[in-house]
């Protein structure tokens, strides 16, 4: 027994440190996107798949288990081959085997459901890397969560940052490399990411998890502890208040760094994450509300006024407008191509090989390797089966909002918890007019959070009691015995001086 607990501990120390480095490691080289960054974070994922087998430990209830191999088997599942003559009865096809006949392609040759299985078994190995990581994030403890998430916001902070550099160097008028990124055109804060519409993805994802710390270490208490309204402001000289003001900068800076991508659906989206963490975190401001009322009204007012406080911003630092936007064209052309390969795709990871097919002339001198949508995307190449997979995460996302949630007083986890839904709901909605969850780094990011948000609260934040102390006895002190009663309390022992002014 004893063994299994060291080999488990091991084991997530382990998981911990590669995790981790993961986290790091994924934004780094253009988000992850060059092909040998793709190798590298595929192999660390399957180090994490094969710790999770090797020394079971998770927490995935069967349900979870179940949609992570459903979530694998599907790009499996268009590798099957199938003979010819079942294979040409798949509706879009046509055109493929009129070319495989002008090629010489040899009758009665198997074929898959996918037309490009090699772009198929590359989107199954890139499956790994949120499997891989959601399965690492359920194995640790709570306190090596925490410092995850420290070490996610100091990254978030490091993009913004490089992000701001970036858009100051370009309005001076130079042109200078950030590892490896060069800044022409438009002034705007792309960070290592090769689009500035992803780094806005990944501080949004972020942002809510400053923004709860900081509500939570406003005027926190200890238990059993009250407090007037006196010692609450004095509360903002301490320790813990200065804690607070800290993640409120970290904040601010998250949210100078998504202006400064002038994404416009960053900055819409940005204002959504302050506007619900407003409405969610305003009557737990400290955990239990320790400003009553009072504070819960201040704390709307105040994020209200953030909110529509970013409105002329959106107007000011965003680039471009709606209608000169090509996204529109795009969504039309993939919805025909939809239509196309129903019921069951093309295949996985074929949109960039099958797109040119319905791009139309006015898109004629771009490439459009994504959709710019990625469930329309899912959709063009997984059909009816992507689908079903995209409602069934959905509806657990959704679901475990009521799991989540409880009248009882927040811990500085559940607060956590709540901000990562947030994030993750912000990804969500970004990706209908974007392809954030086809970039590695932010598919590392948003599998990251969540494993945070579906962890369950009662294993990972359990609160440290402390042991009850039993005074030893002599026995197992190996202390000599009391002295006998017998002796009386003015009896001296025997081997004592007497006292002639004291003894009798």
């Known amino acids: 027994m004893v063994r299994s607990l060291q080999s488990l501990s091991s084991s997530q120390s382990q998981s911990y440190r590669l995790l981790g480095f993961i986290l790091i490691f994924a934004p780094l080289f253009r988000s992850g996107q060059p092909?040998?960054?793709?190798?590298?974070?595929?192999?660390?994922?399957?180090?994490?798949?094969?710790?999770?087998?090797?020394?079971?430990?998770?927490a995935l209830t069967r349900r979870e288990s179940l949609r992570l191999i459903a979530l694998l088997c599907l790009p499996l599942f268009y590798l099957v081959p199938l003979p010819e003559f079942l294979a040409q009865l798949l509706p879009g096809r046509q055109p493929y085997w009129e070319a495989f006949a002008l090629l010489g392609i040899p009758e009665g040759q198997w074929f898959s459901l996918s037309l490009y299985p090699r772009e198929t078994a590359s989107a199954f190995l890139l499956l790994l890397v949120p499997v891989g990581v959601f399965l690492a994030v359920r194995r640790l403890e709570y306190r090596q969560v925490l410092r995850l998430i420290y070490l996610l916001l100091g990254i978030a902070c490091f993009q913004a940052l490089l992000g701001l550099l970036q858009y100051m160097a370009a309005r001076g008028g130079s042109s200078p490399q950030f590892l490896g990124l060069s800044i022409q055109g438009l002034p705007s804060a792309s960070g290592t990411y090769t689009n500035r519409n992803h780094l806005a993805g990944l501080l949004n994802l972020v942002f809510p998890l400053a923004l709860a710390l900081a509500i939570f270490n406003i005027g926190h208490r200890e238990r059993n502890r009250q407090k007037n309204w006196r010692d609450q402001v004095v509360f903002f000289a301490s320790l813990r208040g200065h804690l607070a003001f800290f993640y409120g900068m970290i904040a601010l800076l998250l949210l100078l760094g998504i202006i400064f991508t002038r994404s416009r659906a960053g900055i819409a989206l940005s204002m959504m994450g302050i506007l619900l963490s407003t409405l969610l975190f305003a009557r737990r401001i400290g955990g239990d509300n320790v400003y009553g009322t009072v504070g819960t009204v201040i704390a709307l007012t105040i994020g209200s006024a953030l909110t529509i406080g970013l409105i002329p911003v959106l107007d000011r630092f965003s680039v471009?407008?709606?209608?000169?936007?090509?996204?529109?064209?795009?969504?039309?052309?993939?919805?025909?191509?939809?239509?196309?390969?129903m019921?069951?795709?093309?295949?996985?990871?074929?949109?960039?090989?099958?797109?040119?097919?319905?791009?139309?002339?006015?898109?004629?001198?771009?490439?459009?390797?994504?959709?710019?949508?990625?469930?329309l995307e899912w959709l063009f190449e997984t059909g009816i089966l992507g689908g079903l997979l995209i409602a069934l995460f959905l509806w657990a996302y959704f679901r475990r909002w009521g799991q989540v949630w409880t009248t009882k007083a927040w811990s500085r986890f559940r607060f956590l918890q709540i901000a990562s839904g947030i994030g993750l709901l912000l990804m969500l909605l970004h990706s209908l007019v974007d392809f954030n969850l086809h970039i590695p780094a932010n598919i590392v990011?948003?599998?990251?959070?969540?494993?945070?948000?579906?962890?369950?609260?009662?294993?990972?934040?359990?609160?440290?009691?402390?042991?009850?102390?039993?005074?030893?006895?002599?026995?197992?002190?190996?202390?000599?015995?009391?002295?006998?009663?017998?002796?009386?309390?003015?009896?001296?022992?025997?081997?004592?001086?007497?006292?002639?002014?004291?003894?009798?």
């Open 35 to 58: 092909p040998l960054a793709i190798l590298v974070l595929e192999l660390l994922a399957l180090a994490l798949i094969l710790l999770a087998l090797w020394q079971p430990g998770t």
């Open 320 to 341: 471009g407008g709606a209608a000169q936007d090509a996204r529109w064209a795009v969504f039309s052309a993939t919805l025909d191509g939809i239509g196309t390969f």
């Open 343 to 375: 019921p069951l795709g093309s295949g996985p990871g074929n949109y960039p090989d099958l797109f040119p097919r319905f791009q139309p002339l006015s898109l004629g001198h771009w490439f459009i390797n994504h959709a710019h949508n990625d469930y």
């Open 445 to 504: 990011f948003f599998a990251f959070l969540a494993g945070v948000f579906f962890s369950p609260v009662q294993d990972v934040s359990k609160p440290h009691r402390r042991r009850k102390r039993r005074t030893p006895t002599f026995t197992e002190e190996g202390t000599p015995p009391p002295v006998p009663a017998t002796l009386g309390a003015h009896t001296p022992p025997p081997e004592q001086i007497p006292n002639p002014f004291l003894d009798p």
